[in-house]
């Protein structure tokens, strides 16, 4: 993609899927990813080199997370993306809601928490700084729904409705910032909420599912919001280039859609694993239980089946 002397792209042709999945790498998010896929595969095969299982289907779930993550910000869709309201909007809305999902589904805590080598008695290695961060009061505070819940929510409205989002999307290092804020979000918000990783807060299935729907319709509204709005609602897109073919409206309109229709997307998913999480939970604590009653001679049931005697003797 041609650039001008700021950065933006210049005289790019109307938006065609083609053109939006050309390789057009950005330097700091093609680096990261490559760099997490290099430390999950490191950290996989530290554990099967020592006999230790993975599932595979960890693997896949952050490998296609992170591809998630290349694909909107190291295609010309990132190009795209500066100049037009409605690619932007795919870009935030798998980067920040799709994204997080498949990552945390790979459990990378846990694989790093597996594979890391203990520093030894008296000592402090990454493991053991990866232990104290996750039971730091800072992560306690990020994480819990308090927090997530609102920032979650501000990541729209105080963003795009305040000349911050103009401000951001002036320089290249704005930009950048932005996503990776986008990014920071969708994973501390479905962090807690997808329980697959160790964390200071781990609510119930039910709260899980509470939390979910607490910060899903506010991207429905948003969304609603921009298709309804009958002049251009922010300053970088009002005048998207001629060469495009698309006026300001029918763009912003497009981006609304975008963001009604995606706000649907990562609550099925989401609701999905939980749903399973929640079954093979409850198959686990069963198995336990039924350990326990082959250890004890089933004593807890003896006692009650004791119980209900003595009363029977003395209702007699």
Known sequence: MDHDGHGMPADLPPFTLGR??????????????????????????????????????????????????????CTGLNDYGMVLFSVHMVQHMVISMLSPILVLLGAPVTLALRALPAAGRGRKGPRELLVAVLHSRYVRVVTHPAFTIPVFIASLYALYFTPLFDFLMGSGAGHIAMMVHF????????????????????????????????????????????????EPMVETYADPPASLGVTALSDQHAAGGIAWAFSEIPSVVVLIALVFQWYFSEQRQARRSDRAADRDGDRELAAYNAYLSSLQARGR
């Open 20 to 73: 939006g999945l050309e390789f057009s790498p950005e330097p700091f998010f093609l680096t990261g990813c490559l760099l997490a896929l290099a430390l999950y595969g490191w950290g996989v095969v530290r554990l099967r080199r020592r006999g230790d299982a993975w599932q595979a289907g960890r693997t896949v779930s952050f490998v296609l997370g992170v591809l998630t993550v290349a694909l909107t910000m």
């Open 183 to 230: 990014l920071a979000v969708g994973l501390v918000f479905f962090w807690p909420i997808m329980g697959v990783d160790p964390g200071p807060n781990r609510p119930g299935y039910v709260m899980r599912m509470l939390e979910l729907f607490a910060g899903m319709p506010f991207h429905a509204f948003f969304g609603i919001a921009l298709m309804m709005a009958g």
